[in-house]
């Protein structure tokens, strides 16, 4: 069965940081496009960062320079580490893996406070 499951979230003050971890459960994890991306509330959800296969990465533009994704494909995870937060950041941020199939985490709250 497959499952993602992301931890790390939270609350945090504006300009702190914060790591997300999403581990990944019964896919071939490697050859995933992995991916984070987030809703806040009354807003579609877009994309965050992405990183292939092959570890090129991609950043929305209002995260670039601020946030930095990686991949462990040992662990089975992908990382999301938030530096300089900001309360426009606050949202449910969701993990997704890409392949052959599209599968979801949960999702993980993080709050900015300003």
């Known amino acids: 069965q497959v499952q993602l499951v992301e931890s790390g979230g939270g609350l945090v003050q504006s300009g702190g940081s914060l790591i997300l971890s999403c581990s990944a459960f019964?896919?071939?994890?490697?050859?995933?496009?992995m991916g984070w991306y987030r809703q806040a509330p009354g807003k579609q959800r877009e994309l965050v960062a992405v990183?292939?296969?092959?570890?090129?990465?991609r950043y929305s533009d209002s995260v670039r320079g601020r946030f930095t994704i990686s991949r462990d494909n040992a662990k089975n995870t992908v990382y999301l580490q938030m530096n300089n937060l900001k309360p426009e950041d606050t949202a449910v941020y969701y993990c997704?893996?890409?392949?052959?199939?599209?599968?979801w985490g949960q999702g993980t709250q993080v709050t900015v406070s300003s």
């Open positions: 990183i292939t296969s092959g570890f090129s990465t």
């Open positions: 997704k893996a890409d392949w052959n199939s599209v599968y």
């Open positions: 019964g896919i071939s994890f490697r050859r995933y496009v």
